[in-house]
């Protein structure tokens, strides 16, 4: 079993940054790869970002490629995602995920998941 808990998220003006945080307890956290979706109301959960065990292969939608970052501190077991320049569409509950296998862009290929912390955009 894996245990992941998100902090970080708020109420931002667009244009601005936040920084999630996903801490991760139970197994191994270097054993999986970890990921990033978010679901907005009324909207199925969207693939955002993808880190793999050693922290040395990213994968990002293309709706936020150059705008978030991936990265995770296997010391510290957590995995960051930094968001910069958020615009109103960003607004959505974000998930921290670990994956057991692969680098997978679709929650089926997930195997642990967090709660979630809201990220709302708005001016």
């Known amino acids: 079993q894996v245990q992941l808990v998100e902090s970080g998220g708020g109420l931002v003006q667009p244009g601005g940054s936040l920084r999630l945080s996903c801490a991760a307890s139970g197994r191994a956290f270097s054993n999986y790869a970890m990921g990033w979706f978010r679901q907005a109301p009324g909207k199925e959960r969207d693939f955002v970002a993808a880190i793999n065990w050693s922290g040395g292969i990213t994968a990002y939608a293309d709706s936020v490629k150059g705008r978030y970052t991936i990265s995770r501190d296997n010391a510290k077991n957590t995995v960051y995602l930094q968001m910069n320049s958020l615009k109103p569409e960003d607004t959505a509950v974000y998930y921290c995920?670990?994956?057991?296998?692969?680098?997978?862009?679709?929650?089926?290929?997930?195997?642990?998941w967090g709660q979630g912390t809201q990220v709302t955009v708005s001016s």
């Open positions: 995920a670990a994956a057991g296998v692969g680098l997978p862009r679709h929650a089926a290929g997930y195997d642990y």
